[in-house]
């Protein structure tokens, strides 16, 4: 069971989207790029656990209850954790809680009510640290090299095999075979294809500053991703340019190991089918596990790769569903999904794309044409007046770009939950 949306926005909007930890002072969301949202994570922190197992969660309060908005706190993840672990719970009772977010709220109504009274007057410049769904590339390969190629399409070509796992992408364009791997050299894995001889040779930022050419870079690290998560065996949904999590036998769920932020070890599902809560039926649907990936340039020669957690549903394991259907259900999925687990969500992308490494890599061929991909969540400090204070509520004034709780509602979904799925596991 999720918290409803209502539940949510009445949360977000009376905490001023602000964690309500004593002076934490932390914008929970952040303005993104007309390019790619940069997500930034409140946590709908329960104040009696969800599970009678869990923090504080030993309570006359119905399931529904714990849902609510009068059980729930707006916390940035790090006071979320505090207040969950297992050595401060005789501090941080259901009681101090309670009184934790009445001072908050009060406070963030004192700030916005009263500021009309109060001409002149500067809200404080506060230190936040925002964190994105957004990683930051770490090395570009330096050099793209072009040879006339006889194949008219990109199926009739075949590179030879390499050794120690290179990947060879590449692109067909305009009579060209354009790839990483240097095809002046008589070996390359495209010799066969190629007229090595005639081999031009680009400097990777010449092209990022060509349009043209920005859009053939794009498409050959694209067929790079291909690469890499066909190796991580997953599976591309072309129509949705995502990759998902297939079972490995018909019928069979699937869960696979990761690395979770707090913990050494865990698994997470990946391929399931979800049941009713109340009978334990199965549903006639199933989920798996998907991601969107996007290289996308900022600034200058700063390239990063979003990671967007996504669900796609099949009605068997394998057989998409229709697009009318898929709306709804992903629709519903994807606005619980918001604050409360897309960090999870990312964390276990990056991990799982990564191999539980600190980066993802791309290997072709040489040092210094290898791309490489840090898997620290980047996050930054911004010194910034906290909540604009001119603005009746802050939250209007933080535009979410296309994130998935407007997204929901432009949908028009309603919030209602009486056909209450298994919430992501
Ligand atoms: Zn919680
Ligand atoms: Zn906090």
Same mark, same amino acid.
């Given at each position: ?33 007309? %390019? ?11 104040? &009696?656990? %969800? ?19 009068? *059980? ?13 672990? /297992? ?29 009309? *009274? ?7 410049? &506060? ?46 364009? /305009? ?50 991703? *291909? ?24 019928? &069979? %769920? ?118 490489? &991909? ?34 929901? %509602? ?16």
């Amino acid at each position: 069971m999720a918290v409803p949306v209502a539940q949510q926005r009445k949360l977000t909007q009376r905490s001023g989207n602000i964690c309500a930890f004593p002076d934490c002072g932390l914008l929970l969301t952040a303005q993104g790029t007309p %390019e790619d949202p940069v997500v930034v994570l409140g946590e709908m922190a329960h104040i &009696v656990a %969800e599970s009678p197992n869990g923090p504080r969660g030993d309570s006359p309060l119905t399931p529904e209850e714990r849902n609510r908005y009068e *059980n729930l706190i707006l916390l940035c993840n790090q006071h979320h954790q505090l207040i969950d672990s /297992e050595g401060a719970l005789a501090k941080y009772t259901v009681e101090r809680l309670h009184a934790m977010k009445e001072a908050h709220e009060q406070r963030i109504e004192r700030r916005l009510g009263g500021r009309s *009274n109060v001409p002149s007057e500067l809200p404080p410049i &506060v230190n936040d640290t925002v964190y994105s769904n957004v990683l930051p590339v770490t090395q570009m390969p330096r050099y793209i090299y072009g040879a006339p190629c006889s194949a008219g399409r990109e199926s009739e070509v075949r590179p030879a095999a390499t050794s120690a796992g290179v990947m060879t992408p590449f692109i067909l364009r /305009e009579g060209r075979l354009w790839a990483f791997q240097d095809l002046r050299d008589s070996g390359n894995p495209f010799a066969d294809a190629v007229a090595c001889t005639e081999t031009e040779r680009f400097s990777t930022k010449e092209w990022w500053t060509d349009p043209d050419k920005l859009g053939w870079y794009v498409a050959l690290l694209n067929r790079s991703l *291909n690469k890499l998560t066909g190796r991580l065996g997953l599976r591309l949904d072309h129509d949705h340019h995502r990759y998902y999590f297939e079972p490995e036998a018909a019928g &069979v %769920e699937r869960s696979v190991p990761y690395r979770p932020l707090n913990a050494n070890r865990a698994t997470r599902s990946v391929v399931w089918q979800p049941k009713k809560r109340a009978t334990g039926e199965a549903r006639n649907y199933w989920l798996h596990r998907a991601v969107s990936l996007r290289f996308f340039l900022i600034g200058d020669n700063q390239w990063c790769l979003s990671v967007r957690p996504e669900l796609r549903v099949t009605s068997d394991g394998f057989e998409s569903m229709q697009a009318k259907y898929i709306g709804r259900q992903v629709t519903r999925k994807k606005s619980r999904l918001f604050n409360h687990d897309l960090l999870g969500e990312v964390q276990f992308w990056r991990d799982f794309l990564g191999r539980s490494t600190p980066r993802i890599f791309f290997p072709f061929g040489t040092d210094r044409q290898n791309l490489i &991909v840090s898997t620290s969540l980047s996050s930054g400090q911004v010194r910034w007046p906290g909540i604009p204070a001119e603005h009746d509520m802050p939250f209007k004034n933080v535009e979410y770009v296309d994130d998935l709780f407007t997204w929901a %509602e432009a949908e028009g979904l309603s919030d209602d939950d009486e056909d209450e799925e298994e919430a992501l596991r």
